[in-house]
């Protein structure tokens, strides 16, 4: 394909990103470095140029750092939970007969077809005190009184993982069921016992599909608000809850831009230079 060819065929997704991307985050960085003002919109550039104020406060102050290395660790957990749940899964669909493949994925993806907040509103009523879960333990005579579930950790972590369960085993099978039997039947004629041929054979094959779904989980759970608002506690200070804070009820539009700005940089910069280093085929 000549140069001129190949520029009109990126020209389509080339033009989608520059609107629809590059043209809010130019827009959002433009009122990061704006100053807080009364009337419609909240914010204007001051007459001395740009401001780099509200970064200054980023890195100064301890509670917005707090937020995001809390969203960073509840997201590389969710990631792992999504992993060690989403594999088996995975990995089950990919081994079964061809034709029930269909119904298996469908199964993955039929909590897509109910509303998000639907589904989160769901864990409400299973975690409350009085909850069917509770219920449940309560009438097995496990626990004697109900036990504190809902705006917790622990509620937190089960709404993420159940939500972005499918973003992790789409992948993973995608990857999985394109995988040569033959070479599983080789390793085991070359004496591999079934755990070794997993761990050199299907375990590396796999890689592309673990990062393709790490990376699905990982990204937007960083910037989570409506989970850790309904299921998590009071503790649950990640940055999405903190961005709305900030953008909503304390109207400071430019220290929301500037959280949102770094967040977009602290996730896209470690990607570009994965995608930069990584070896091509």
């Not at 827009?27 to 140029?49: K, M």
């Not at 109900?146 to 993973?172: E, H, N, R, S």
């Not at 949102?260 to 091509?280: D, N, S, Y």
């Amino acid at each position: 394909m000549t140069p001129r060819r190949r520029l009109l065929v990126l020209a389509l997704p080339l033009a989608w990103m520059a609107v629809f991307f590059l043209a809010p985050f130019a827009i959002v960085l433009s009122i990061s470095v704006a100053e807080v003002a009364e009337g419609l919109p909240p914010y204007a550039w001051p007459e001395a140029g740009a401001s780099g104020a509200n970064f200054r406060l980023l890195a100064e102050d301890p509670f917005y750092l707090g937020a995001y290395l809390r969203s960073l660790r509840v997201a590389a957990v969710s990631s792992l939970l999504c992993l060690g749940l989403g594999y088996p899964m995975a990995l089950a669909i990919a081994r079964a007969p061809e034709r029930w493949r269909p119904a298996l994925l469908v199964l993955v993806i039929l909590p897509f077809w109910t509303s998000f907040l639907l589904r989160i509103t769901a864990w409400i009523g299973i975690l409350q005190d009085q909850g069917w879960l509770n219920g449940m333990l309560l009438a097995l005579g496990l626990v004697e009184e109900p036990l504190q579930l809902l705006y917790t950790d622990l509620a937190m972590y089960l709404g993420i993982t159940y939500c972005y369960l499918p973003f992790m085993v789409l992948p993973l099978y995608a990857t999985l069921a394109k995988q040569d039997p033959a070479l599983l039947e080789a390793a085991s004629d070359l004496g591999a016992p079934p755990w070794r041929a997993f761990l050199t054979v299907t375990l590396p094959l796999s890689l592309p599909g673990i990062v393709a779904g790490v990376l699905l989980v990982f990204i937007p759970a960083v910037g989570e608000f409506v989970i850790p608002e309904l299921l998590g506690g009071p503790g649950a200070q990640l940055i999405g809850r903190v961005l709305w804070t900030e953008f909503f009820q304390n109207r400071d539009w430019p220290l929301a831009s500037t959280l949102a700005v770094v967040l977009l940089v602290a996730l896209v910069v470690p990607i570009a230079l994965f995608q930069w280093k990584a070896p091509r085929a």
